[in-house]
Structure formats: structure tokens, C-alpha cells
């Protein structure tokens, strides 16, 4: 029999305390197993183990966290069944953080450990424990390389180099320009901060950990990285590696050599006993939210692991979310901006007078249309548009409505000219379409997509090249020629010096979508594009006025920012305050809220009708409840998954629904 880890109490046998790889919330806990004595020299922490389960007499999987000598138990422990595999792979400090980030989010640690531990590799864990054996019967030291800290450059009087010597904390805001590497590449100047930063940290003899939205920066910064330090030194962790190579990067990562370990949000959970630095680049990207459970953003995984390990922490990006904005305001980051010489030359459209009113409300106004034929004749030209494919939308011709799919009510799209229309959200083909509200047979497209304003485009500049670069055609580089390149937000590619000039259409349609941060996203893929351009190109925000443009045009982002958050604060939304969203049977969500604590409660919204789940209400409390007002709602969490057990001499269970919770939700207000 198995039982949680509590009091010690003297035991004549090893005790493994097991973390049992499961989703049920109740076995989030470590659990004593008895080490049989054939085992007693292979059982160390971090392996993986095969333990026996109170019911049925299942074997689960699990990992060794600590081997004792006590236990707490009373009577006979179980036995470890067998052991999975010798290689180390759950390192303590990966455990440590995993533990504390499902705390704080309510979570389960197993859960954050199938993030942070790839699936066994046999092959690869053989190849690596036999040249780790081979290198100890040897006798022979291994060197590593030396790595000489670079200067930061780009910023006034190395404060960046300060924060990492130091171990500080800072929220960066990226020079928006390109550099070109001595290969002859080109990468965004942040990237190369990042290597800059990442040489301090190996300098000194100790870890370096680089978290990135996706592949594209991924790319950069390792271009960066080749740049500055030998590639034995460099590691790449991410999802979009195969099982065997991100299983081999882990393994290396837990050997004594000082590393840079780069990768997506996941790299933030790699295994680094000496770890120095933490950046984490454009943490406002939706890519750094975790889809799964118990859905911890990157952010918050590298301020809990900057508190567990006391490292220096960087927050870079080229526009600031509110999330790193309040943690300035608390002085809990330090606050570092980039030389004045490399602010971009923005113009906002708005902010001009037409001379032919009908220009004015173009898709494409003349002082655009200006700008880029005089810069294409010298290069590429950028043009950002909200969305790919011909047309965005499509409505009926008859009533205007959204044409919707006859099969699952999603919005139809065209994604070429003369293409069939067809469901964005199954795919289906809208052959014999008919309009739901008015029997209307013809549809008519509303907006325009990269793919059209590439057509339009490729007839006002006859004999430039047009280059469409979207989800589904995804371009990373461009040359140096001249061209049109239509990108959608996100997409776009680097091309050698810069772009030439820069157009940032659909403005209005991108702040229009329902967000609660749908204007700190816009200033971000904003400011993106305009960090792609050549030193001093014009770089034109079409269709945009107000306070949101004139942050862009003087490149005072931080400021909006800072506005951004202090309405937040009225209204209590997030980040001003951490919410949590309830989800689950209308008994089961009422008791949950009935056993928060006094003055939490009064910040319940809901509950309100959900959908074959239930009911959902919102929970807004301060930053200070947050530990209390996740273990109330873990316990009920459990409590209401012990109570679907079926009944003895029953078919079926009791039908409960499940309770589910989410943490900081970064649109908790929408569906």
C-alpha cells in the first residue's frame, strides 16, 4: 500500500518517494515505495520507475523525486516494481519548479512534467550512457570551451551586461533595427542582444536559458548565437524537434558544460542546476500561453523559476505588454530603453490631410502608395494585412449576413481567386450553399486578404515581384531586390538591410476584433514590422489615429502601456488583478465558490450557462490571495474527482461533472 509523504519515522529499507505520472488530481502527491534490495544501488532521484497502485493491481509509471531511509507510514510499503530506465532525467530543480508552478496555478505537477520530460528514447539514453561510462574508465577530463562575455551593445553604459553580472531583474525594450552577421546574414537586433547577454552568463560559468514565441525567432537567435560562441556550447529545445533529439538535448543539458538552452515556451522548464540568465523575448505573444493544463504562461514559469534559483531575468521585447508594465510599476523589474538614435521613422496616415477626400478613407492612401513606389525601386517593400487567403469573409449577397458552413455553423472563407468557398473552421466545401436567414444562393466578399492585396498590388507595380508570406505559405527570408512582400501579422520575412518601407494596413479591422487585449497585440505586431525596417525608411500605419498611433509615431510604447494598465486597474481586469474561472455542475461550481475566502468571494462574476459543460463564473482577486485562493480551489478540484468513484454494486458512476479550473486566463472574458 501506497501513501502520501508526511511525518519521518525510522525504516530498515530505502524508501523511494514517487511522483506517480498520472491525470487524476488526487495522485498529485509524492507516495513511499519500499526499494527492494536488488534494486537498492540503481534507485536514484530523477529515474524513471514502474510502481503498483492501491486498485486493481495496476503498475503506473512514475519518477524517483528523493530516496530515504524513513518513512511516515505505518505499516508494509509496497515494493518498486521495477525500474524503467538508470539515465537521471527529472532533474530536482526542474521538479521544484514544476511543483510550484502547479500550485500557484492549481494545477498538477505531472501535468508540468510531461512538458519538461520528453518520452524515453532508448537508443539515444544507450548512446549517451555508454560515452558518459566510457569517459569515467577512461580517466580523461573533458574541456569546455572558453567563452569571453561580449559587450551589450545598443544601450547606454552596459546596463544590460550590469543586470546579468548582478543577477537583476529588467524589462528591455528591444532596439527596433537589423544587424547583419559575419556570415552575411541578418537578424533582428534583439536577437543579437540575446547572444550578447547569453556570453555573460556562459562567461561567468553558468547557464543561460532563451525562451522565444516560435521557429522564426528561434532561428535568429541561434544565427546570433553562431556568431559569438562555438556550437558545442548551444542547444535547442523545443517542440518541433523529434522525440530522439529533444530527448538527447535534455540529457545534455543535465551534463556540467555551461550551455545556452533555446527553445520555445517549453525551454523554460529544461533541466539547469547553474542557471545564470533567464530571457524570455515578446512574452505578450499568444504562443507563450500553455494550451494544455494547467495552462501556465511562460512568463510566470520564468518569474517563478528567477525566484527559486535567483537568477537574472530579462523580459526584451519591442513593445512592452501590461504584464511586464506592472511589474515595473512595482519595482520589481528595472527599467532599460534603447539608444534614441534607433527609434523608427513612423508615419500614422491619420495624422495627415488628404488632399483628395475619397484617398483619405482608401484601403491604401497616397501617401502610402508614394512611399512605396519610391522605395521599391531601391528594395523590398513590406506590407502587413490582417488576414491570408483572397478573402477573410464572405457574406450573403441578398442580406449581408456571414455566410456560415451548412454543416458546422463556421464562417466561410476564400483562400484564392476563383477558388471554392470553404469552411475556416472544418474545412468542408460550400457546394449548393443556401444563407440560413434570407434562402439567398449567391455570396460576396467582404475584405480583403494577403492573397488579393497581392493580385491588386502585383497590377500597380507591373514587372516588381509579389511575395505572399501567411500561415500557409510561410517565407522566413527575402533578398535584397526589389519587391512587394504582402505578410500577414506575425509572418514576416527578414530581408538584408531592411525593408525599404514599410505599409501597415488593416489597423481599424485589427483593433475591431473583441479582446481584452486587443491593443497592446496591435502595437506589438506593430512595432514587429517596424523593427524589420532599414534605418530611417518610412514606415506608414494606415487608417490609425489617437493615442494608440502617436505611442507608435514617438515610439513611446511603454507609455501606452502604462495607460493601458492604469484602466485596467478602475475596472479590476487582468493584470491589475488575477483571475480564475470555474468551471463544472452547478452544485459542484456553487460550493467551490462558497469555500473561498472572505473577500474573495465578493469578486465573483457569474456563474452563467456554459455549453455541454455546465455553468463558469470568474473569480478576480488580488495578487496577495493567490496562493490561498489556488489551494481552496485545487481541494475542491479533488473533491470533486473523488466523488465520480462509482459506487459499490452500481453500473455506472454518479455522473458528476468534472470541476475545472483555469488560472490567468488571458481572455476570461470572452468564449
Request: proline share 6%; net charge neutral.
Amino acid at each position: 500500500m501506497t501513501v502520501p509523504v508526511a511525518s519521518e519515522r525510522p525504516s530498515p529499507r530505502a524508501v523511494a518517494r514517487v511522483l506517480v505520472e498520472s491525470p487524476l488530481p488526487q495522485l498529485d502527491r509524492l507516495f513511499d515505495y519500499a526499494v527492494p534490495s536488488h534494486l537498492r544501488d540503481d534507485v536514484v532521484p530523477g529515474i524513471r520507475v514502474k510502481v503498483p497502485l492501491r486498485s486493481a493491481g495496476r503498475i503506473a509509471d512514475g519518477f524517483v523525486v528523493e530516496v530515504a531511509e524513513s518513512s511516515a507510514h505505518g505499516g508494509e510499503l509496497s515494493e518498486v516494481e521495477a525500474i524503467v530506465s538508470t539515465a537521471s532525467v527529472l532533474a530536482p530543480e526542474v521538479y521544484a519548479l514544476a511543483r510550484a508552478v502547479a500550485d500557484r496555478a492549481g494545477g498538477s505537477a505531472s501535468d508540468v512534467l510531461r512538458l519538461a520530460v520528453p518520452p524515453r528514447q532508448a537508443r539515444v539514453e544507450k548512446q549517451v550512457l555508454a560515452a558518459a561510462t566510457a569517459a569515467a574508465e577512461s580517466g580523461e577530463t573533458v574541456s569546455h570551451p572558453v567563452v569571453v562575455a561580449s559587450e551589450v551593445t545598443g544601450y547606454g553604459a552596459d546596463q544590460l551586461a550590469g543586470i546579468v553580472a548582478a543577477r537583476g531583474r529588467a524589462a528591455v525594450d528591444a532596439v527596433p533595427l537589423l544587424d547583419e552577421l559575419p556570415d552575411g546574414s541578418w537578424v533582428g537586433r534583439w536577437a543579437v542582444t540575446v547572444a550578447q547577454l547569453a556570453t555573460v552568463a556562459l562567461a561567468a560559468g553558468e547557464n543561460a536559458i532563451v525562451a522565444v514565441p516560435d521557429h522564426r525567432d528561434e532561428d535568429q537567435v541561434l544565427r546570433a548565437l553562431a556568431a559569438l560562441l562555438p556550437a558545442e556550447s548551444v542547444v535547442r529545445l523545443d517542440s518541433k524537434q523529434s522525440n530522439a533529439d529533444r530527448y538527447r538535448s535534455v540529457l545534455r543539458a543535465r551534463g556540467d558544460q555551461p550551455l545556452v538552452l533555446v527553445g520555445n515556451r517549453s525551454v523554460l522548464l529544461a533541466p539547469s542546476a547553474r542557471l545564470g540568465l533567464i530571457v524570455v523575448f515578446d512574452d505578450g505573444d499568444p504562443l507563450m500561453g500553455e494550451p494544455l493544463s494547467p495552462y501556465v504562461h511562460a512568463r510566470d514559469t520564468a518569474l517563478v523559476r528567477q525566484s527559486q534559483q535567483q537568477t537574472a531575468l530579462v523580459f526584451l521585447g519591442h513593445a512592452r505588454s501590461t504584464d511586464v508594465q506592472r511589474l515595473v510599476e512595482i519595482g520589481f523589474l528595472a527599467e532599460v530603453r534603447p539608444d534614441p538614435r534607433y527609434q523608427p521613422h513612423v508615419v500614422p496616415t491619420s495624422q495627415q490631410a488628404a488632399q483628395d477626400g475619397f484617398a483619405a478613407q482608401a484601403r491604401i492612401p497616397s501617401t502610402a502608395w508614394t512611399e512605396a513606389r519610391a522605395a521599391v525601386e531601391h528594395g523590398p517593400v513590406l506590407v502587413q494585412v490582417a488576414h491570408p487567403g483572397f478573402s477573410p469573409r464572405l457574406a450573403c449577397t441578398e442580406c449581408g449576413d456571414t455566410a456560415r458552413c451548412t454543416r458546422c455553423g463556421g464562417p466561410l472563407v476564400q483562400r484564392a481567386q476563383g477558388a471554392q468557398p470553404a469552411c475556416s473552421w472544418c474545412g468542408a466545401l460550400a457546394v449548393g450553399w443556401r444563407c440560413s436567414t434570407c434562402e439567398g444562393t449567391a455570396m460576396k466578399s467582404v475584405g480583403t486578404g494577403a492573397s488579393r492585396t497581392a493580385d491588386e498590388l502585383g497590377k500597380a507595380f507591373p514587372g516588381v515581384r509579389v511575395i505572399v508570406s501567411d500561415g500557409s505559405r510561410q517565407v522566413t527570408h527575402v533578398d535584397a531586390e526589389p519587391a512587394i512582400v504582402v505578410a500577414t501579422r506575425g509572418a514576416e520575412p527578414i530581408a538584408p538591410g531592411g525593408y525599404r518601407a514599410v505599409l501597415l494596413l488593416d489597423g481599424e479591422r485589427m483593433l475591431a476584433r473583441e479582446s481584452l487585449r486587443v491593443a497592446e497585440d496591435c502595437l506589438r505586431w506593430w512595432a514587429n514590422a517596424a523593427a524589420l525596417a532599414a534605418r530611417r525608411a518610412p514606415i506608414v500605419l494606415v487608417g490609425v489615429g489617437g493615442a494608440i498611433a502617436s505611442s507608435l509615431a514617438t515610439w513611446e510604447l511603454a507609455r501606452y502601456a502604462s495607460g493601458e494598465l492604469a484602466d485596467r486597474r478602475e475596472l479590476r481586469f487582468p493584470p491589475a488583478v488575477r483571475v480564475a474561472t470555474v468551471t463544472g455542475g452547478v452544485e459542484t461550481v456553487a460550493r467551490a465558490l462558497d469555500e473561498l475566502p472572505e473577500g474573495v468571494r465578493k469578486e465573483t462574476l457569474g456563474p452563467v450557462d456554459v455549453p455541454d459543460a455546465g455553468v463558469r463564473a470568474i473569480v478576480r482577486f488580488d495578487y496577495a490571495s493567490g496562493h490561498d485562493v489556488a489551494q481552496v480551489l485545487r481541494s475542491q478540484v479533488i473533491r470533486a474527482a473523488t466523488e465520480r468513484r462509482k459506487a459499490i454494486g452500481s453500473r455506472r458512476g454518479r455522473g458528476l461533472p468534472t470541476l475545472r479550473v483555469r488560472f490567468d486566463d488571458v481572455e476570461p472574458f470572452t468564449d
